[in-house]
C-alpha cells in the first residue's frame, strides 16, 4: 500500500471518532504512509492510545478529547490542529453512532441526539477546517464517513440515524460541486 501515490508525507490529518474502530484504523493508515495525526475522541484514554500509536509509527500526533456533539468543543479541535500543525490537509468526519429502535419509539431527544451527532458534528467540523484549507495554499480533502442506510434501507428500525446520514450525503454532493474546482478542497462520502 506505500506506492508514491497513496503516500501523505508531511500532511495533516484530523480524524473525528480517531480513538477506536474505523477511526482508529484510519489515524493509524494515514500515520503509515506519512501523515501528522490529530486525534478527536470522546474518551481521552483511546486519544492518547492512538496517538501514541502515530508517534511510534514516525509520525506527530495531538489528541483532543473531543465531543462532536458540542459544536464548541468540534471548532476547539480544528484550531488545535490548525494552530498545532500550521495547517489542515485532510478531515475525515468519521465520529457517529446509532441506538436502533422503532421510529414511534424513539424520543425527539434521541432524534436531536442522532442529527447532532451525525450531521452537525460533521457541519461545525467542515466549516472549520475549509477555511484553514484554504489558507494553506493547497486545498485539501474531506472525507465523510456515511452508511449505505443514508441511501436505502434495511429493514433495521433505524429512522433518525438514517435520515441523518442521507443528510450527510447530501451537504458531501453539494461542498464537492461547490469546492473541488474552486476551492481545490475534494469533498467525498465514504
Request: hydrophobic share 45%.
Amino acid at each position: 500500500m506505500n506506492t508514491p501515490d497513496m503516500l501523505l508525507t508531511d500532511r495533516v490529518a484530523v480524524i473525528t471518532g480517531g480513538g477506536g474502530g474505523i477511526g482508529r484504523a484510519i489515524a493509524l493508515a494515514c500515520a503509515s504512509v506519512g501523515a501528522d495525526v490529530v486525534i478527536g475522541d470522546i474518551i481521552p484514554e483511546r486519544c492518547e492510545e492512538v496517538a501514541a500509536r502515530v508517534r511510534e509509527a514516525g509520525r506527530r500526533s495531538l489528541a483532543v478529547p473531543t465531543d462532536v456533539t458540542d459544536t464548541g468543543q468540534v471548532r476547539a479541535l480544528i484550531d488545535s490542529a490548525a494552530s498545532h500543525f500550521g495547517r489542515i490537509d485532510i478531515l475525515v468526519n468519521n465520529a457517529g453512532g446509532v441506538s436502533p429502535r422503532p421510529f414511534i419509539d424513539q424520543s425527539e431527544r434521541s432524534w436531536r441526539r442522532h442529527i447532532d451527532l451525525n450531521l452537525v458534528s460533521m457541519l461545525a467540523a467542515t466549516s472549520a477546517a475549509a477555511p484553514a484549507m484554504i489558507r494553506g495554499g493547497r486545498g485539501g480533502s474531506i472525507i465523510n464517513v456515511s452508511s449505505i442506510l443514508g441511501l436505502t434501507t434495511a429493514g433495521l428500525p433505524q429512522a433518525a440515524y438514517a435520515s441523518s446520514k442521507a443528510g450527510l450525503i447530501g451537504l458531501t454532493r453539494d461542498l464537492a460541486q461547490q469546492w473541488t474546482g474552486r476551492k481545490g478542497i475534494r469533498v467525498n462520502a465514504l
